[in-house]
């Protein structure tokens, strides 16, 4: 059986044992606010629990769509990975069909391929966004293993796919800054998982107005080394 459908498999359980204080209230008469939809490896029920665990996350409202080929079956010559340009349409294809989807819903495609962008300025990419097209791409790929190829737990497997989902939330629905400090949700440039790990759940940045939202990380987080300055 293929690793990566063996260690997604650990994350059918929540997210995180600890829920983060919600960001804001969200209304059921409103559309959808956030769809996640599975492509390529990722099993329907873990982008259901994905979406149940953002709608703890942020009291927004969180679907998931079943799963859809992405269409992405070209890696680039000599590689593999795969652009993540392409999976960005997907929000637009299927907002048609999802139900509840409006006309500000932003969508979240989940990839268990790894990416990177055409110019490829960059070893490989965790994600890619488009407000435009209201569409992120998060490629799971490299955050299911350990620094050595070994498969990471469970248990840290759902941390770093909470951290960055919050990223994309943060970074797309609140306009929140990235920032240089190692130790911030919002931590740039991340360059390897080392520095994932090292990002906390919290975003301390108050900028252009934005409110402060702390996000508590999981009882279970284990502790962090002290941070380095890239």
Known sequence: MNRRIIVLSLLLSPLAHAQPERLVPSSPVDSVVLYVIPTDGIPEQ??????RALTEDT???????????????EPFAGTNQYPAEDYLPLGATFAKR??????????????????NSRSR???????????????????VARLLFTRDGNPASGDVIRLRIQ????????????????????ADLMYSPIMSIDDID?????HTAQTRGIPR????????????PLPNHI
Do not use: C
Not at 46 to 51: F, I, L
Not at 61 to 73: C, D, E, F, H, R
Not at 163 to 182: A, C, N, S, Y
């Open 213 to 224: 939202y702390d996000f508590q990380p999981s009882a279970t987080e284990p502790p962090r």
């Open 46 to 51: 873990v982008a259901a629990t994905v979406a």
């Open 121 to 139: 300025n960059f070893r490989f990419q965790y994600s890619m966004h488009s407000p435009m097209a209201r569409t992120s791409v998060l490629s």
């Open 163 to 182: 951290k960055m989902l919050m990223r994309i939330v943060g970074e797309m629905k609140f306009g929140w800054q990235r920032t240089t400090d190692p």
């Open 198 to 202: 090292r990002m906390s759940l919290t």
């Open 98 to 115: 999802l139900p509840d989807a409006g006309p500000r819903t932003y969508f979240i495609v989940l990839t268990d391929k790894d990416i």
């Open 59 to 73: 009291g927004m409202w969180v679907k998931s769509a079943l799963q859809v080929p992405s269409g992405v079956t």
